[in-house]
């Protein structure tokens, strides 16, 4: 998640749609006074070697402290945080109105039949399912459904929910939302890419039970997005 002061945007980050990669690429023209969540070692130091800013300012200053918050730093030692995949609502009740009103705030949503056929793909790395329906029958697969990290009931909270298989559209079309003069650049480097060890369309891999079941979870976001199966 970053917040830029500089260029005045808030990206939201959802899971399994390259936020990892966009959040890097990103990072690469905040401020000194941005503020960049944490991301994984192994993402931090690719970061640090594009020479891009690493994770900064995500401490949330004490006089933004609510009861609740003091007594979580008092008696559990627990500082209050801006972190990686915090909902559009949580922001918005930590920022000020100006800032939330006048920056342009954002995110990627992603095909949901993809989407848990790449998060099987990332959970199952160490075997732990034999099959994709065991996945859907025994783990709580609508875990990725992020409608609620951008939405709050049927309201969008941020300006605009660019769809993961536009990114190339969406990256040529951010830097005139935020005032920059040439097209965003994603690294190279694909954060988690190597878990899918199956390059197959979602289709080739999901029966029409496995679909039916992904689209009953994540019907929200398909009918507020536009998806097909």
């Given at each position: 998640m970053i917040i830029s002061h500089k260029h005045r945007f808030i990206f939201i980050k959802l899971r399994k749609t390259a936020g990892t990669s966009l959040e890097i690429a990103l990072s690469g023209?905040?401020?000194g006074d941005d503020i960049?969540?944490?991301?994984?070692?192994?993402?931090?130091?690719?970061?640090?070697?594009?020479?891009?800013?690493?994770?900064?300012?995500?401490?949330?200053?004490?006089?933004?402290y609510s009861f609740n918050d003091w007594a979580n730093?008092?008696?559990?030692?627990?500082?209050?945080?801006?972190?990686?995949?915090?909902?559009?609502?949580?922001?918005?009740g930590t920022v000020s109105s100006d800032i939330w009103k006048k920056y342009f705030k954002f995110c990627f949503e992603r095909n949901p039949w993809d989407k848990t056929i790449s998060h099987y793909y990332h959970l199952n790395r160490n075997q732990r399912f034999n099959s994709?329906?065991?996945?859907?029958?025994?783990?709580?697969?609508?875990?990725?459904?992020?409608?609620?990290?951008y939405t709050?009931?049927?309201?969008?909270?941020?300006?605009?929910?660019?769809?993961?298989?536009?990114?190339?559209?969406?990256?040529k079309e951010i830097p005139g939302m935020i005032g920059l003069e040439s097209p965003l650049l994603l690294p190279k480097y694909k954060a988690k890419s190597q878990f899918r060890t199956s390059k197959k369309h979602?289709?080739?891999?999901?029966?029409?039970?496995?679909?039916?079941i992904i689209a009953k979870k994540h019907a929200r976001e398909i009918e507020r997005m536009g998806y097909t199966y």
């Amino acid at each position: 998640m970053i917040i830029s002061h500089k260029h005045r945007f808030i990206f939201i980050k959802l899971r399994k749609t390259a936020g990892t990669s966009l959040e890097i690429a990103l990072s690469g023209i905040c401020g000194g006074d941005d503020i960049i969540t944490p991301i994984s070692l192994l993402d931090e130091k690719v970061r640090l070697e594009m020479g891009h800013k690493g994770a900064q300012n995500y401490d949330i200053p004490y006089k933004q402290y609510s009861f609740n918050d003091w007594a979580n730093r008092i008696i559990k030692g627990k500082k209050r945080s801006f972190y990686n995949h915090m909902p559009a609502s949580e922001i918005m009740g930590t920022v000020s109105s100006d800032i939330w009103k006048k920056y342009f705030k954002f995110c990627f949503e992603r095909n949901p039949w993809d989407k848990t056929i790449s998060h099987y793909y990332h959970l199952n790395r160490n075997q732990r399912f034999n099959s994709i329906m065991e996945y859907l029958k025994h783990h709580d697969s609508d875990v990725i459904s992020d409608v609620d990290m951008y939405t709050e009931g049927d309201r969008l909270l941020v300006d605009k929910v660019f769809k993961f298989e536009e990114m190339e559209a969406a990256l040529k079309e951010i830097p005139g939302m935020i005032g920059l003069e040439s097209p965003l650049l994603l690294p190279k480097y694909k954060a988690k890419s190597q878990f899918r060890t199956s390059k197959k369309h979602y289709r080739e891999l999901l029966s029409d039970e496995e679909a039916g079941i992904i689209a009953k979870k994540h019907a929200r976001e398909i009918e507020r997005m536009g998806y097909t199966y």
